[in-house]
């Protein structure tokens, strides 16, 4: 009985969520320095683990989109720069990309002043798979999946577009927008040091809501309490929201907190 309410329950929230299939990472318009630059795009179909890491390196965003399709379609763009295109060709030739177990992971020679290489992915998988993804210099998109998603990058913004489970996502320059595609939450964590945090609830959202910041002010669809509904700029609120429930963190030093009603 419960195994059939919870598939009930995948199969309801799959219903909202979008079948993506649409690819966009291209090698187009990516001549925006007067260095060589060599590009091309790997495409790799891998068996649905339920899982999926990807270490994108030091250089390159992360994209994950939920379809309803049985498999996984791992999608790089590899790029390198370098003074002459022999030059740029090389270096490509030395970036490797791994998709292994789950692992996905860019790896390839030390960046140079004026020679460099980085790894962006966009990533097809079924709407139920959990995710970690990290990043260092690009930001993390993740669309229609449901399941523990982890997204962390330290310049590049973290975006969340109707997902469910627990989330959480951390930013050091970039701000954090996540919209929840249900009720259903075991806990959600964002914190960012430069950028604001916009989170979108549905109506029937019920949490217990810890939000602050340093340079910035807090608001929120939901009623806040009676104490802070007068005050111009909150920096510390803790209420609920419905009856309350799994615990919702938000934190940033520089930006605001906006929670809002979908």
């Known amino acids: 009985m419960k195994s059939t309410i919870l598939m009930l329950l995948a ?34 179909s891998l068996a649905a683990l339920g899982r999926l890491t990807v270490e994108a390196g ?79 210099n690009g930001g993390v998109n993740v669309s ?13 913004g973290v975006h969340f577009t109707r997902v469910a489970g627990d ?18 939450a075991s806990q959600l964590n964002f914190d960012t040091h430069n950028g604001g945090i916009h989170l979108a609830l549905p109506s029937s959202f019920s949490a217990r809501v810890h939000a602050e910041t340093n340079n910035g002010g807090i608001s929120s669809d939901f009623p806040l309490p009676e104490v802070h509904r007068g005050e111009r700029r909150p920096r510390s609120i803790d209420f609920n929201i419905g009856a309350g429930g799994p615990a919702i963190t938000l934190k940033t030093n520089n930006g605001g907190v906006n929670i809002k009603r979908l």
């Open 167 to 184: 989330v959480s996502g951390s930013s050091h320059n970039g701000g954090i927008h996540v919209e929840m595609a249900s009720a259903d």
């Open 58 to 136: 030091h250089n390159g965003g992360v994209s994950v989109k939920g379809w309803s399709q049985g498999q996984t379609l791992v999608r790089a763009r590899v790029e390198a720069w370098a003074p002459t295109d022999s030059e740029a060709s090389l270096l490509a030739g030395q970036v490797h990309v791994e998709t292994s177990s789950g692992i996905l992971r860019a790896t390839g020679p030390e960046n140079l002043d004026n020679r460099g290489w980085a790894v962006s992915w966009e990533v097809f998988a079924p709407h139920q798979t959990s995710l970690t993804l990290n990043a260092h």
């Open 144 to 156: 229609d999946i449901r399941g523990t998603l982890r997204a962390k990058t330290h310049n590049g």
């Open 11 to 44: 199969v309801g929230l799959s219903a909202q969520m979008r079948d993506n299939r649409d690819k966009q990472l291209t090698c187009e318009n990516r001549h925006n320095s007067d260095q060589a630059r060599s590009c091309k795009i790997n495409e790799q």
